[in-house]
């Protein structure tokens, strides 16, 4: 019934991998590497769906072998000088938090809330010390947890120059920059930035946002990264091919990329149906429930680097004849995305898909033992587990969600049900649970049990002597 | 901005606490203690949120300060001998997992499923070993997870003598146990085992469940509790007058303990008001949410003695003239009944009961190193940290939660949403997520990372040389 006997247990917990963090540092030479891998959206509920879809009930996830594990307390304010806690984030907040140790509001890339102020990201500071640097992500590289760890920008949806001036989804405005204009003595637009950025390696989806003109320019964003020292890269293909010496900006879709797993036949999570009686009283008539649903491969994917791909081939570029080290942050993107569209197999295919990146650093960790590995979330997401099989099923009434339920039959034959009901929008919002954090074993006597975001930004700097 | 300067955060990392706990084993002697604290419905979501009442965003719960954190995975089965998993639990088969380190289906305490076969419980095998133990919850002693550890039944609802031959609620027959009855060769209803058990102190509410006549008896079943050597206490000056060497047996409430905090003159989550037009369609017309509240004193817990106050009497008596050591299960049981409920501020206040009870533990386990000291929760909850303001408050439509929304004004001045949205019935369901995991120094090094429910049986039986 178990699934640790006690000579398991006992191995499991012998506490090899504590000495002293100084003696160590003084002990090794070579170079130093910090990679941050973020499951945006990655909490508790997710890493349990997961865990049961792709292992089972009783399996483990590469994540759970991992030495380190805590919690991570998400910090957000309002958007003036002297602002009142939010309670629940968004990925530009978060990444913030985490790429510059600054609490900032909702919906800014490394700048101060209220008063606008830019703060310099680990990304920055670590080239500037001589690390190389690299952003790996499968959403567009211009979406907000990517952008934040190199652009500096009150507004996340101003990912190009075109969207300077106005922002407008489904006919309404939501915001402009206007103030981070070139032309207002801004630095541009996210896409611009992050062409003119330091970086060594970026990839991931966003490829339309480099295709515009440059402000002030007759260039293309493109050609700007370009002539910045980018080899650009546009489809696996020329990933697999890309030169192990050359700096790289890869985007292999027009925007975020397509996610490896969806529900059959592309089912979402669907309302329960409920008979006429049911809408005169919640307790009369009956529902029926979504019929159940495997998770199938998505034909979209085809043909797009996988997350651990993109991953390789940073690292590899990365290390290749460096003797000083590097910072990467990887994100996989579309836990909460998919989420927020109320697709379960989405999520569980992207969080498999950040389990192969865990492997790749893990695998680059035993080849370079001073590389600390990190892996956590953002901020909580909307899914949850709810019971296939009501535990108020005695009583002879329909009982139910008011929210998207989804019924995955599991590959160990058991139907999980999966509840979305945070709004009645379109999309599900985030929630505000502090998240799981993981680390290797550099992160022990490192990284505490309990941590708020913005301490990762000092430990990984820490890590790297800036 | 942050919450963690370098220096504190050095001092917080360095491993004080990993010699192999072989070694330590064999250099100490004196009693060893087993202290497991259990949050009901103790999820990550219950945890922020107490945390951001209580401490603010930025502060710190009690939790936060012990050394080790992990994640505990649930096990559920169907209820037969070749069960499939079930992926969210109850408060039975989860206790039993703790208790026993068997999986079993939902509804059953310290008995398998489908064989109905009774396990041995940590309780029973601590004091057949010579060790004390003991239970206190502030639900009824007699409810699934104080029951689970010293008692034996196929269905957690069977409390005392009269619910044997049938359970009805609301009308609704919900089961029977009528093979656990006496004089079907069983052990009898959870109230006589718990009356005839080898407990020394079990302290909680309940108290209507030991009133009844036991089964072939002239007694009460407290009397067979006194004629078992229990002392029996029922007000706050009894348990406060409780003799030091004695057992005792104390219900300070009929059935669950009244909560400490509550929602502003008793106010629930509640449904936002939808206008005429917005039943048309979702995106017409206006929606009023819930006013906001506060959480005030709930007066119904005037003259209920504190978890911390029973935890105290508990450890007291439990330690007196003990030279072997105890067992010491205590539950915060409301974190999980005022979720069903939909009330924050109940869940709020009784992880503030918790906190107190850690500090109780803590303060005993500096007196006697050899207490081991894990708290943790049994099965995840419905209460979700929702946006106050909507991502999608940009969109000109009415952007609410589908379910019911509590909006608490926290001491630090801002605004916090929970939603429960996981069930149209008048109680909310549990959710599946692995729950959190802390562990007192004595924890490093016997207490891995991740871990699954029933493998805390082992390590608890493991420290005690079980």
């Known amino acids: 019934m178990t699934r640790l006997p006690a000579a398991a247990l006992a191995a499991l917990l012998t506490c090899t991998a504590c000495p002293a963090p100084a003696q160590e540092q003084a002990a090794n030479d070579g170079p130093r590497n910090v990679i941050l891998i973020v499951g945006d959206g990655m909490d508790e509920q997710q890493v349990t769906i997961a865990r049961n879809y792709l292992h089972g009930a009783g399996g483990e996830l590469h994540l759970d072998r991992l030495p380190l594990r805590g919690a991570m307390q998400i910090l957000t304010t309002e958007n003036n000088t002297s602002g009142r806690p939010v309670y629940v984030a968004d990925s530009a907040n978060t990444a913030t938090s985490m790429a510059t140790g600054v609490v900032t509001s909702r919906g800014r890339l490394a700048t101060t809330a209220g008063a ?85 390696v970026l990839l991931g989806g966003g490829a339309k ?56 036949d592309g089912r979402t999570a669907e309302k329960p149906r409920r008979s006429f009686l049911n809408y005169i009283h919640r307790y ?44 990467l942050m990887v994100e996989s993107a579309s836990i909460d995305k998919q989420s927020h569209e109320r697709k379960p197999c989405g999520s569980i295919g992207e969080l498999q898909q950040l389990e192969e990146v865990l492997d790749s650093a893990l695998a680059f960790a035993r080849q370079q033992p001073n590389t600390l590995v990190i892996v956590t979330a953002d901020h909580a997401q909307a899914a949850q587990l709810i ?71 000092r430990i990984s700097s820490d890590y790297l002597g800036l």
Not at 218 to 230: E, I, M, Y
Not at 304 to 325: F, Y
């Open 116 to 200: 606008d102020e830019d703060v310099p990201t680990i990304v920055e500071l670590a080239t500037a010390a001589g690390f190389r640097a690299g952003i790996v992500s499968s959403a567009s590289v211009t979406d907000a947890t990517p952008a934040s760890f190199a652009a500096h920008i009150s507004f996340r949806l101003c990912e190009n120059p075109d969207l300077m001036q106005e922002v407008v989804v489904s006919d309404i405005r939501l915001g402009d920059c206007v103030a981070d204009m070139k032309s207002s003595g801004g630095r541009g637009s996210i896409a611009e930035q992050l062409a003119e950025s330091s970086l060594h």
């Open 209 to 264: 946002h480099f295709a515009p003109t440059a402000e002030g320019d007759t260039r293309s964003v493109k050609q700007v990264a370009r002539d910045n020292g980018f080899t650009v890269l546009e489809s696996e293909q020329e990933l697999a091919g890309a030169p192990v010496d050359a700096r790289l900006l890869g985007t292999f879709a027009p925007s975020t990329l397509p996610v490896r797993l969806r529900g059959e």
């Open 284 to 327: 009369l008539g009956s529902v029926t429930l979504p019929a159940p649903m495997r998770c199938e491969p998505n034909p979209a994917f085809e043909g797009i680097p996988s997350l651990q791909a993109m991953t390789d081939i940073a690292l590899r570029n990365l290390s290749h004849d460096n003797d000083k080290g590097f910072f």
């Open 387 to 457: 019971p296939e099989t009501s535990l108020f099923a005695a009583y002879p009434i329909p009982v139910f969600t008011p929210g998207y339920l989804a019924r995955i039959v599991t590959p160990e034959g058991s139907t999980m049900a999966v509840n979305y009901a945070t709004t009645t929008f379109f999309m599900e919002e985030h929630t505000g649970a502090a998240v799981p954090l993981y680390g290797n074993a550099e992160a022990l006597g490192r990284v505490p049990p309990f941590l708020q975001q913005p301490d990762l930004f």
